[in-house]
Structures are given as structure tokens and as C-alpha cells.
């Protein structure tokens, strides 16, 4: 069995073996890492150097034309100003510039000339020569250009419509039957939906239409001539 001097030692001699081992790994560490360093550093400084190299290329074209655009400025600088310029009147030589001419203004159109109104033909009122007989009442009146329509009431219920026409012959007699009326020649039609009378008298064509009796239309007839 070991005494204290020899246990202490023993524990004092691997101790020193043990850190010691432990320093030389951190050594061999230490030397690892220095060396990935410097070929780090190498390898960026290599890559710096390259890049380098390719703006340059690229820069190189955009060099060259700097010349002419420091050229081009100059000139605008020189000529922008006289552009925007107006010529003043003491300038013995002003730039005329020239403008558009006035298109001449369109001629308005000439009123056209006012058209006469047509002139509607006055006609005159032709009146019933005679009064009404008993029985008939007129109700109503209208002027339909020559011929003046007289609307008559029948006391039977049976109206009558008059209608007067200066100078005028009947335009249409055929179907018509020819009667004497008052000394007059007159002509009658008689059908399911009306009837008529038509006579002239004093240059007066009269004709007479009513709904049912052609004997209504006799008797103002014959008062009427």
C-alpha cells in the first residue's frame, strides 16, 4: 500500500501528464486553425484580385465613351440658351421664325331666302237661302274649304246633314233616281244605311244625307228651293 508521499505523488505525475496532453492538442489546434486562415486569406485575396480585374474589363468601354459625352454636354450648353431665346429688338440680324398662316375664316352660310307662307284660300260662307220649316233645328255649322256644312236636328230623330257648294254639279249621278222637286230636277237614293237628295239652285249644289226616311229629305228639300 502506497504512503501519502508516494499517492501524492503519483496523482502530481498524472496530473502533469494529463495537461500536458491536453496542451499539445490545443496546440495542434491552434496550428490547424492558423493554417485554414492563411489559406482563407490567400483564397479572398485571390478572388479580390480577380474581381478586380472583371469591373475593370467592364468599366473599360464606358471609359471610352466619356470623351464624347463630356461633348455633347458642352454643346448643349452652348446651344440650349440661343433655342429658348427670342430675337431682341436691338439684334441686327434676328432669326425670323416662321409661322403657320392664318387659314382664312370659312364664309358663313347666306341665310336662305324666307319662303311665303302658302296662302290658305279664304272661302265664303255660302248661307241657307231660306228659314228651317217647322220641325228642323240646326245644331251645328262647319266650313270645310268651298262647301259650307250645315248639321240639322229632326224633330222625328231623323238629322240632316246640308251641304252647300257654289258652282258645283252633282259628280256622280249614276244609281241615282231623277225626280222633279219644286220645279227643280233633283235626284234621290234610298238604302239600308242612308239616304240622299241632291238638287242645284241659284248656282248652289245642295246635298242632303240623313239615316233613315228619304221623305225627311223631301220635305226640307222643298222648303229649301
Known sequence: MLNNDELLQKIANEYVENYGRELHEENKTLNMSEQASAEMAAEYRLEMRVFRKVTSEKRRPYLALLPLLAACIAITFVYLPNLFS???????????????????????????????????????????????????????????????????????????????EAGAVPSDISGLVEIWLGGEIAYVKQTDAYSLLTFTNDDILYTLTSRYDINTLLRLGIALI
Do not use: C, K, M
Open 86 to 164: 427670342t430675337p431682341s429688338q436691338t439684334d441686327p440680324h434676328p432669326i425670323p421664325i416662321p409661322s403657320p398662316a392664318d387659314p382664312a375664316p370659312a364664309p358663313e352660310p347666306a341665310d336662305p331666302a324666307p319662303q311665303p307662307l302658302p296662302q290658305t284660300p279664304q272661302f265664303e260662307i255660302i248661307p241657307l237661302s231660306v228659314p228651317l220649316p217647322q220641325g228642323f233645328t240646326q245644331i251645328g255649322f262647319e266650313q270645310d274649304r268651298g262647301q259650307s256644312i250645315y248639321y240639322i236636328e229632326d224633330v222625328y230623330l231623323d238629322n240632316v246633314v246640308v251641304t252647300l
